[in-house]
């Protein structure tokens, strides 16, 4: 009897997108999350909470779940889990699918300067920088430990470093609008937008605000993953889930 069950890597609101969509196929899916977000949208069918505990731990989960195939829809920066599901996958021999939004990509009128890290990102601010920060609730310390630059730091969850007075944290969720973000835009003198490549539709009005009020992107490029075969759109990959697992 072949092993049909799913384990979609989750996190993302594709990941949602995807559990929903093959569960109405009438898959058998657990969801995954890293149990980071205190109140998460849950998707459809089954769900578990937390970190597998590192390669090991994530084998005996795909032995003991009877996983048949591993689908890592988790963001593009989440790259420490993407490596360990492939180790563990080619280790357990359970095929792996990936389901990846494609990167942004700079257009006319965009001003945009690459960098490889947030480290990077804040050391290039220059003095008096009025910042809006969407890189999340990781690595602030670099841009709070500057004393010459301002700014509004947006996260869902409470940051685990306090903010300095001239920081404000914003907690809010995606999706944003074009007219939301250009306001938070305008009402605060930004002028610095420092932004990970998450790419999708969710967060990618900033970039069109940003380039509308010629405001400096500073783009943090994403961190490599191991291959395995990606899928941008979820109707591509449903047809390949389905040929994998049919008897
Ligand atoms: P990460 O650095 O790649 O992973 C750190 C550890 O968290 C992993 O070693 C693993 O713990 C656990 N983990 C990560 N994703 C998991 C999942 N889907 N299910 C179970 N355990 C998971 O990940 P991260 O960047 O902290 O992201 C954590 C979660 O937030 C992911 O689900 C990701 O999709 C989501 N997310 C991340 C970002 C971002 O910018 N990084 C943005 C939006 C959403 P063990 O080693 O114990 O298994």
Redesign the pocket.
Known sequence: MPRKRIL?????RD?RQLADALVAEGHDVV???????AEPVLPAGEV????????A??KSYLADGQIGLVID????????????AHEACQSSHVPLLRLERPAWVAGDGDKWVEVRSTAEAAAMLPPGASVLLT??R?DLEAFFSRSDISGIARM?EEPPLAAPARWRVLRERPPFTLASEARLLADNGITHLVT?N?GGTATGAKLVAARQAAIAVIMIARPAKPAAPSFAAIGNLMVVTKRLLSP
Do not use: C, E
């Not at 829809?73 to 360990?84: E, G, L, N």
């Open positions: 979609v890597l989750g996190g993302t990941a969801t995954s999350l890293a149990g980071v977000t578990r909470i937390g970190g597998f505990g590192g390669v731990g994530l829809a988790t963001h593009p920066f989440a790259a420490r889990m993407s490596v360990q890189t999340g990781k869902i990970k998450a």
